[in-house]
């Protein structure tokens, strides 16, 4: 199995840019989580899918940021527009079925960085 | 909301020497404690889980203990090797695999002395 795939992973980009950030769940796993890593606040979630819907997005910081699922295995996080402080690792994570119990694969991260 | 304090942010041991790793939780609904294993430009990687039924598990050189009345957990890693040098972090859900999604620690970093 591929893994969580995420694109791109690496993004340097001017404030006020638009940006997306793009992540294929695991084969036969139902539930995406976006997270963001920094050095300040360490890994805080944004916001969760079960089964292409939303369900929890209080971490989301602003309107700024918006997340979809067009389908089932796919996944976009947008930023607009983008400013310095969202600089960060951001991770998507999904999840499903191992020996009875859901479990949390992380993908390898976008570090992105506005300038 | 759940808050999951963890301690040390830096623990230095020398090779073959145990470590120990410890975090607390705020929220007693929480019943999925997973830890992650973070190297160097890596996503988090699953080390070890233990649900709230379950005082203990181990898994070869790696134990975690679970004392739900205190809301702490441990993770204990023995006869430590240099490829266990790396950022652990703690966390913590309501649902099992943290299907509500985890809110972690801030992550403690391991440095295994040769």
Redesign the interface.
Known sequence: DAGVIQSPRHEVTEMGQEVTLRCKLISGHNSLFWYRQTMMRGLELLIYFNNNVPIDDSGMPEDRFSAKMPNASFSTLKIQPSEPRDSAVYFCASSGRVKFQETQYFGPGTRLLVL | GENVEQHPSTLSVQEGDSAVIKCTYSDSASNYF?W?KQEL??????II?I?SNVGEKKDQRIAVTLNKTAKHFSLHITETQPEDSAVY?CAASI?????????????THLIIQP
């Open positions: 997973p992650y430009g890596k996503g988090p990687q699953l889980d649900r972090f649902l099992v695999g943290g299907a509500d999604g985890l809110t972690f620690g801030k992550g």
